[in-house]
Nanobody, 124 residues
């Protein structure tokens, strides 16, 4: 099973920026929606999703206007990035990348193939 690999997390101060990256080798996920989710405590929550071609995106209200999701479908890998600006302490969480072939991907449904996650910590 192809697994996604996240990177780019770290410790920043409130108001600063981070860019997360997620890579899936091969062409398995070229036609899948991709998304970022986060887990501050016990429950994993939706952050942002993007369709297979990169022409449609959807964001959680809490990050709208601050985060931007993008993707690149290359021949040998799919890369999904999350640009996070104006970070707040409440953005602190482990961030996971996932893939979905569900018709309701727009609402964060059907995501799986999770990577190991990357920790984002925002200090006040």
């Amino acid at each position: 099973q192809v697994q996604l690999v996240e990177s780019g997390g770290g410790l920043v101060q409130a108001g600063e920026s981070l860019r997360l990256s997620c890579t899936a080798p091969g062409r398995t996920f070229n036609t899948y929606a991709m998304g970022w989710f986060r887990q501050p405590a016990q429950d994993r929550e939706f952050v942002a999703v993007i369709n297979w071609s990169g022409t449609s995106t959807h964001y959680a209200d809490s990050v709208k206007g601050r985060f931007t999701i993008s993707r690149n479908n290359a021949d040998n890998a799919v890369t999904v990035e999350l640009q996070m600006n104006s970070l707040k302490p409440e953005d602190t969480a482990v961030y996971y990348c996932g893939a979905s072939s569900d018709d309701n991907w727009y609402y964060g449904r059907g995501f799986g193939s999770w990577g190991q996650g990357t920790q984002v910590t925002v200090s006040s």
